[in-house]
């Protein structure tokens, strides 16, 4: 049975990678709003902005940007869902002896695989823009960890928002605050130069330590409670999630 599974995640995983590799466009435009963003932090804000650290500020905040990226590319992942469901691309495979729990691991996936692409062009583009890190091997690891894991994450919440939507626009809309939440948090500039309120929102909010932990690696400093704080909250909602989106696709194949 499993492996029934998983040769018929494979083999749907390989035909939305296919259409990926026929519309590179969808990776490039998730890395352009990112890139947009270093090029204007870095070299028209960055000096105003005070960190209270001793390093760059393109090491400061690419963590965020990391982030970012994913937020972006997981909109495809709803939209191309929401595809699929309205064409009737599911109904046809229910007529076919294909495990059910395949079709939404395959966009799953090829969701990964594209995020994976995107953030290594980000940090190609940070890398010429001046980021450095004596992080050892163990810690991009750990880092590459953390980014998969947050992409899960997101990506499971896509998926509810791709078999609930009602418009292709609403699809892929959702991702719209996943993308402006790393700007109140540690991403850009400390939380502690925040308002009040503002500040007490931004520290305990997910991203902040999920930023506070990649940026710990790759300075090599300790992560210290964030990297613990960080894995409860995406594991939280990677399992509140894919237990919603469960019940939504047995619903919706029923």
Do not use: C
């Amino acid at each position: 049975m499993t492996a029934h599974v998983l040769s018929d995640t494979g083999v749907l995983t390989g035909r939305s990678l296919r259409h990926i590799l026929r519309s590179p466009d969808t990776i490039i435009t998730t890395a352009v709003t990112p890139i947009a963003l270093m090029l204007l932090f870095v070299y028209v804000l960055g000096g105003a902005i005070h960190t209270g650290s001793s390093q760059s500020y393109i090491d400061y905040m690419l963590p965020g940007i990391l982030l970012i990226t994913i937020a972006s590319g997981i909109a495809y992942t709803s939209y191309r869902l929401f595809l699929d469901l309205q064409g009737g691309i599911f109904e046809r495979f229910q007529s076919m002896p294909i495990a059910r729990s395949s079709v939404l691991w395959a966009h799953v996936l090829t969701s990964l695989v594209a995020n994976i692409v995107s953030v290594a062009i980000v940090v190609g583009v940070a890398l010429l823009m001046g980021f450095r890190t004596g992080a050892s091997v163990g810690a991009w690891l750990a880092v590459a960890g953390i980014l998969i894991l947050f992409t899960l994450s997101l990506t499971w919440l896509a998926v509810i928002a791709g078999l609930s939507a009602k418009t292709v626009d609403g699809a892929s809309a959702f991702s719209y605050p996943l993308i402006f939440l790393p700007f109140i948090s540690s991403a850009f500039v400390p939380t502690s130069s925040m308002p009040g309120p503002v500040a007490w929102f931004a520290e305990y909010q997910p991203v902040t330590s999920i930023v506070n932990t990649v940026r710990a690696l790759f300075t090599g400093a300790p992560v210290g409670s964030s990297i613990w704080i960080a894995l409860a909250w995406m594991v939280g909602i990677l399992a509140i999630a894919y237990g919603f989106a469960i019940a939504i696709y047995r619903k919706k194949i029923s």
